[in-house]
Protein backbone atom coordinates (compact mmCIF):
# COMPACT_ATOMS: atom_id res chain seq x y z
CA UNK A 1 0.00 0.00 0.00
CA UNK A 2 1.36 3.32 -0.89
CA UNK A 3 1.88 6.03 1.60
CA UNK A 4 -0.97 7.99 1.04
CA UNK A 5 -3.11 4.89 0.92
CA UNK A 6 -2.44 3.57 4.25
CA UNK A 7 -2.94 7.15 5.81
CA UNK A 8 -6.20 7.35 4.48
CA UNK A 9 -7.27 4.03 5.15
CA UNK A 10 -6.37 5.27 8.86
CA UNK A 11 -8.83 8.11 8.23
CA UNK A 12 -11.47 6.28 7.06
CA UNK A 13 -11.41 3.82 9.80
CA UNK A 14 -12.97 6.85 12.08
CA UNK A 15 -15.81 6.43 10.59
CA UNK A 16 -16.01 2.78 9.61
CA UNK A 17 -16.42 1.29 13.09
CA UNK A 18 -16.83 -2.15 12.11
CA UNK A 19 -16.12 -6.31 12.60
CA UNK A 20 -12.97 -7.90 11.32
CA UNK A 21 -15.27 -9.72 8.59
CA UNK A 22 -16.69 -6.68 7.42
CA UNK A 23 -13.79 -4.94 6.96
CA UNK A 24 -12.02 -7.83 5.31
CA UNK A 25 -15.16 -7.54 2.62
CA UNK A 26 -14.37 -3.83 2.25
CA UNK A 27 -10.32 -4.56 1.52
CA UNK A 28 -11.84 -6.92 -1.06
CA UNK A 29 -13.87 -4.47 -2.76
CA UNK A 30 -10.50 -1.92 -3.00
CA UNK A 31 -8.56 -4.59 -4.33
CA UNK A 32 -11.03 -5.41 -6.87
CA UNK A 33 -11.42 -1.25 -8.01
CA UNK A 34 -7.57 -1.31 -8.26
CA UNK A 35 -7.23 -4.45 -9.58
CA UNK A 36 -9.83 -3.54 -12.84
CA UNK A 37 -9.39 0.02 -12.67
CA UNK A 38 -6.04 -0.52 -14.74
CA UNK A 39 -8.13 -1.51 -17.32
CA UNK A 40 -10.93 0.54 -17.11
CA UNK A 41 -12.38 4.22 -15.44
CA UNK A 42 -14.58 3.13 -12.43
CA UNK A 43 -13.88 5.83 -10.30
CA UNK A 44 -11.69 9.40 -11.21
CA UNK A 45 -8.17 8.26 -11.53
CA UNK A 46 -7.02 11.25 -8.74
CA UNK A 47 -9.66 10.09 -5.98
CA UNK A 48 -7.42 6.58 -6.07
CA UNK A 49 -5.17 7.37 -3.22
CA UNK A 50 -8.05 8.21 -1.32
CA UNK A 51 -10.47 5.70 -2.31
CA UNK A 52 -11.07 4.93 1.42
CA UNK A 53 -12.30 8.31 2.64
CA UNK A 54 -14.21 9.81 -0.71
CA UNK A 55 -15.93 6.28 -1.88
CA UNK A 56 -15.41 3.81 1.09
CA UNK A 57 -15.78 6.03 3.88
CA UNK A 58 -18.70 8.56 2.36
CA UNK A 59 -20.60 5.23 1.51
CA UNK A 60 -20.55 3.65 4.65
CA UNK A 61 -21.69 7.19 6.79
CA UNK A 62 -25.33 6.30 5.16
CA UNK A 63 -25.80 3.44 7.82
CA UNK A 64 -26.32 5.24 10.39
CA UNK A 65 -29.28 7.33 8.74
CA UNK A 66 -30.79 4.31 7.96
CA UNK A 67 -33.45 2.53 9.92
CA UNK A 68 -31.62 -0.95 11.66
CA UNK A 69 -31.34 -4.12 10.02
CA UNK A 70 -33.38 -3.32 6.56
CA UNK A 71 -34.23 -6.05 4.61
CA UNK A 72 -34.58 -4.56 1.35
CA UNK A 73 -31.91 -1.57 -0.27
CA UNK A 74 -31.84 -0.62 -3.81
CA UNK A 75 -28.56 1.53 -4.90
CA UNK A 76 -29.63 2.81 -8.12
CA UNK A 77 -26.40 4.21 -10.62
CA UNK A 78 -23.86 2.16 -7.93
CA UNK A 79 -20.68 2.77 -10.53
CA UNK A 80 -17.80 0.89 -8.93
CA UNK A 81 -20.05 -0.14 -5.63
CA UNK A 82 -20.78 3.36 -4.12
CA UNK A 83 -22.66 3.30 -2.13
CA UNK A 84 -24.31 -0.11 -3.07
CA UNK A 85 -21.35 -2.56 -2.39
CA UNK A 86 -20.42 -0.85 1.14
CA UNK A 87 -23.71 -1.64 2.24
CA UNK A 88 -23.82 -4.67 0.90
CA UNK A 89 -20.50 -5.47 3.03
CA UNK A 90 -22.00 -3.81 6.23
CA UNK A 91 -25.29 -5.76 6.07
CA UNK A 92 -24.67 -9.30 5.09
CA UNK A 93 -28.20 -10.17 5.91
CA UNK A 94 -29.95 -7.35 3.86
CA UNK A 95 -31.25 -7.85 0.24
CA UNK A 96 -28.89 -5.28 -1.52
CA UNK A 97 -29.87 -4.69 -5.05
CA UNK A 98 -27.47 -2.56 -7.08
CA UNK A 99 -28.93 -1.04 -10.42
CA UNK A 100 -26.20 -0.26 -13.02
CA UNK A 101 -27.01 1.04 -16.37
CA UNK A 102 -23.57 0.31 -17.92
CA UNK A 103 -22.54 -3.02 -18.41
CA UNK A 104 -18.90 -3.35 -18.26
CA UNK A 105 -19.66 -1.47 -14.77
CA UNK A 106 -22.12 -4.01 -14.02
CA UNK A 107 -19.73 -6.76 -14.67
CA UNK A 108 -17.24 -5.39 -12.19
CA UNK A 109 -20.05 -5.28 -9.40
CA UNK A 110 -20.79 -8.94 -10.19
CA UNK A 111 -17.32 -9.56 -9.90
CA UNK A 112 -16.50 -7.79 -6.94
CA UNK A 113 -19.95 -8.77 -4.95
CA UNK A 114 -18.43 -12.37 -5.30
CA UNK A 115 -15.02 -11.85 -4.67
CA UNK A 116 -16.67 -10.37 -1.34
CA UNK A 117 -18.90 -12.89 -0.51
CA UNK A 118 -21.69 -10.95 -0.18
CA UNK A 119 -24.37 -11.99 -2.92
CA UNK A 120 -25.69 -8.58 -4.06
CA UNK A 121 -28.06 -8.76 -6.80
CA UNK A 122 -26.97 -7.10 -9.63
CA UNK A 123 -29.38 -5.03 -12.70
CA UNK A 124 -27.74 -4.11 -15.63
CA UNK A 125 -30.40 -2.06 -16.77
CA UNK A 126 -31.67 1.97 -16.30
CA UNK A 127 -33.84 2.34 -13.63
CA UNK A 128 -36.79 2.98 -14.80
CA UNK A 129 -36.51 -0.71 -16.42
CA UNK A 130 -36.63 -2.34 -12.75
CA UNK A 131 -38.11 0.33 -10.25
CA UNK A 132 -41.35 -0.46 -10.08
CA UNK A 133 -41.34 -3.74 -12.14
CA UNK A 134 -38.53 -6.45 -10.96
CA UNK A 135 -38.05 -4.13 -7.87
CA UNK A 136 -41.36 -3.56 -6.25
CA UNK A 137 -40.56 -2.62 -2.98
CA UNK A 138 -37.91 -1.47 -0.55
CA UNK A 139 -36.69 -0.10 2.78
CA UNK A 140 -34.06 1.88 1.53
CA UNK A 141 -33.49 3.27 -2.05
CA UNK A 142 -29.98 5.36 -2.47
CA UNK A 143 -28.16 6.82 -5.14
CA UNK A 144 -24.77 8.76 -5.35
CA UNK A 145 -23.84 11.03 -8.08
CA UNK A 146 -26.67 9.93 -10.45
CA UNK A 147 -28.92 12.74 -10.81
CA UNK A 148 -30.58 16.27 -9.72
CA UNK A 149 -32.52 15.88 -6.76
CA UNK A 150 -35.47 15.99 -8.41
CA UNK A 151 -34.62 13.57 -11.41
CA UNK A 152 -33.25 10.79 -8.85
CA UNK A 153 -37.10 11.43 -7.04
CA UNK A 154 -38.32 10.29 -10.24
CA UNK A 155 -36.09 7.13 -10.90
CA UNK A 156 -37.27 6.25 -6.83
CA UNK A 157 -40.47 7.43 -6.92
CA UNK A 158 -42.36 3.53 -7.07
CA UNK A 159 -40.04 2.51 -4.11
CA UNK A 160 -40.71 5.62 -1.79
CA UNK A 161 -44.31 5.80 -2.61
CA UNK A 162 -44.87 2.64 -0.96
CA UNK A 163 -42.64 3.56 1.88
CA UNK A 164 -38.86 2.98 1.42
CA UNK A 165 -36.53 6.32 2.87
CA UNK A 166 -34.44 7.98 0.38
CA UNK A 167 -30.91 8.35 0.92
CA UNK A 168 -29.19 10.76 -1.63
CA UNK A 169 -25.74 12.00 -0.60
CA UNK A 170 -25.16 15.69 -2.30
CA UNK A 171 -22.90 18.62 -2.63
CA UNK A 172 -22.64 21.78 -2.15
CA UNK A 173 -26.02 22.87 -3.80
CA UNK A 174 -28.23 21.26 -2.45
CA UNK A 175 -30.49 23.89 -1.36
CA UNK A 176 -30.83 25.18 -5.10
CA UNK A 177 -31.80 21.27 -5.42
CA UNK A 178 -33.85 20.63 -3.13
CA UNK A 179 -36.10 23.99 -4.46
CA UNK A 180 -36.17 22.90 -7.73
CA UNK A 181 -37.33 19.35 -6.49
CA UNK A 182 -40.37 21.09 -4.34
CA UNK A 183 -41.34 22.62 -7.79
CA UNK A 184 -41.78 18.69 -9.41
CA UNK A 185 -42.70 16.60 -5.99
CA UNK A 186 -44.50 16.59 -2.59
CA UNK A 187 -41.71 15.28 0.24
CA UNK A 188 -40.70 15.87 3.33
CA UNK A 189 -36.81 15.69 3.66
CA UNK A 190 -34.17 16.24 6.18
CA UNK A 191 -30.74 17.41 5.60
CA UNK A 192 -27.61 15.65 7.57
CA UNK A 193 -23.85 16.39 7.51
CA UNK A 194 -21.48 14.51 5.56
CA UNK A 195 -18.56 13.14 7.89
CA UNK A 196 -16.14 13.02 5.14
CA UNK A 197 -16.97 16.72 3.42
CA UNK A 198 -17.70 19.62 5.24
CA UNK A 199 -19.69 21.17 2.44
CA UNK A 200 -21.61 17.99 1.41
CA UNK A 201 -25.16 17.07 3.07
CA UNK A 202 -26.69 13.62 2.58
CA UNK A 203 -30.55 14.36 2.11
CA UNK A 204 -32.93 11.72 3.84
CA UNK A 205 -36.37 11.49 1.79
CA UNK A 206 -38.80 10.20 4.72
CA UNK A 207 -42.28 10.58 3.41
CA UNK A 208 -43.36 11.03 -0.59
CA UNK A 209 -46.78 11.84 -2.10
CA UNK A 210 -45.97 12.19 -5.84
CA UNK A 211 -46.06 14.84 -8.51
CA UNK A 212 -47.31 18.38 -7.86
C1 LIG B 1 -21.30 9.45 -11.75
S1 LIG B 1 -21.54 7.72 -11.61
C2 LIG B 1 -21.71 7.48 -9.87
C3 LIG B 1 -21.38 6.07 -9.48
C4 LIG B 1 -21.46 5.79 -7.97
N1 LIG B 1 -22.81 5.90 -7.46
C5 LIG B 1 -20.55 6.70 -7.20
O1 LIG B 1 -21.04 7.60 -6.50
O2 LIG B 1 -19.33 6.54 -7.28
C6 LIG B 1 -23.20 7.47 -12.18
C7 LIG B 1 -23.45 6.00 -12.57
O3 LIG B 1 -24.83 5.83 -12.85
C8 LIG B 1 -24.96 5.05 -14.04
N2 LIG B 1 -26.25 5.47 -14.62
C9 LIG B 1 -26.53 6.61 -15.30
N3 LIG B 1 -27.85 6.68 -15.60
C10 LIG B 1 -28.41 5.56 -15.07
C11 LIG B 1 -29.75 5.06 -15.01
N4 LIG B 1 -30.76 5.74 -15.56
N5 LIG B 1 -29.96 3.89 -14.38
C12 LIG B 1 -28.95 3.21 -13.81
N6 LIG B 1 -27.65 3.62 -13.83
C13 LIG B 1 -27.39 4.78 -14.45
C14 LIG B 1 -23.74 5.37 -14.87
O4 LIG B 1 -23.41 4.33 -15.76
C15 LIG B 1 -22.68 5.55 -13.79
O5 LIG B 1 -22.01 4.35 -13.49
Redesign the pocket.
Known amino acids: MTPDRTADRAAARKVINVSRETLARLDQLVFMLDRWQATMNL ?1 APASLPFVWTR ?1 VADSFQLLALAPTKPDVWVD ?5 G ?1 PGLVVAAALPGTSVHL ?4 VK ?1 AAFLREASRAMGVGAVIHAA ?3 AVVGKAIETADIVSA ?3 SSLSELLG ?1 ASPLLKTGAVGLFPKGREVEAELTAARECWRFNASLHPSLTDAEARIVRIDGFDGPR
Open positions: VHLGSGAFVESNKRADRALH
